[in-house]
């Protein structure tokens, strides 16, 4: 617990992340979610397309290698999504790192 005696610096940590360019990806990504939820039916009222329950929004090509909503998403399982090409590469060299 890193703030325990002081309050966390949320508009500094923001700033931060602008700083980096993340922002733009962040907000890239939610555009995308906002999308689907506005097109699918959400029969129990939970604010999330039906289609998008439990799943995510991956970009075909990734935001990271300078991907947009414009390039086309999917709706794919987190497991599917997480262990896609593009990170496979840096998950096998996590492992061997650790061996």
Do not use: C, W
Request: hydrophobic share 25%.
């Amino acid at each position: 617990m890193p703030y325990v005696n002081k309050k966390r610096p949320y508009k500094k940590e923001y700033q931060q992340q602008k700083a980096r360019g993340e922002h733009d990806g962040r907000m890239e990504r939610q555009r995308a979610r906002r999308k689907v939820d506005a097109k699918g039916k959400d029969l129990n009222g939970n604010g999330k397309a039906d289609m998008r329950e439990g799943k995510d929004i991956a970009h075909r090509k990734a935001i990271s290698k300078g991907g947009t909503n414009k390039n086309g998403v999917t709706i794919q399982s987190p497991s599917k999504r997480l262990f896609s090409p593009h990170l496979r590469i840096v998950h096998s060299k996590e492992i061997h790192k650790v061996n």
